[in-house]
């Protein structure tokens, strides 16, 4: 019988402070461009991110309201990204049907949506009174 995993013998959690902070940057850089290239879904919302967000920055609202909508783009992005994650942990195990597969592929997409409601949402609440007056 193998010896309980202990975090010591990870190879990968060696580092400390401002090395640990520099490879988990790498890291998260090459999370980013791997997603860009690979994901089509995230190049979608990326785009969402990318014109709506200087929109935000010039309507007439508050700040508060402006960091409201810029986040919820923000968390689209982090929400594809998680659900990418899932589906690309879940096609190493197999690509074989599984009923558990396409449960964890769907609640994945799902989360995706809802966030994407919530955005629509606060978009349309924020900006529905500007174009009313």
């Not at 659900?83 to 609640?107: G, W």
């Amino acid at each position: 019988m193998s010896k309980p995993y202990h975090i010591d013998q990870n190879p990968h959690k060696g580092n400390r402070g401002l090395a640990r902070a520099w490879h988990a940057a790498k890291n998260s850089w090459c999370g980013l461009v791997y997603a860009f290239k690979e994901e089509s879904a995230f190049r979608q919302e990326l785009t969402l991110f990318v014109f709506l967000s200087p929109i935000a920055i010039l309507l007439p609202i508050n700040y508060f309201e402006k960091a409201l909508l810029v986040t919820s783009l923000i968390m689209v992005l982090v929400v594809e990204l998680l659900n990418s994650s899932v589906e690309a942990a879940i096609d190493r195990i197999s690509f074989e049907h599984h009923d558990l597969s396409k449960r964890a592929k769907d609640f994945g997409s799902a989360a995706v949506m809802l966030a994407l409601v919530v955005a629509l949402l606060l978009w349309t609440a924020i900006c529905a009174p500007i174009f009313f007056r």
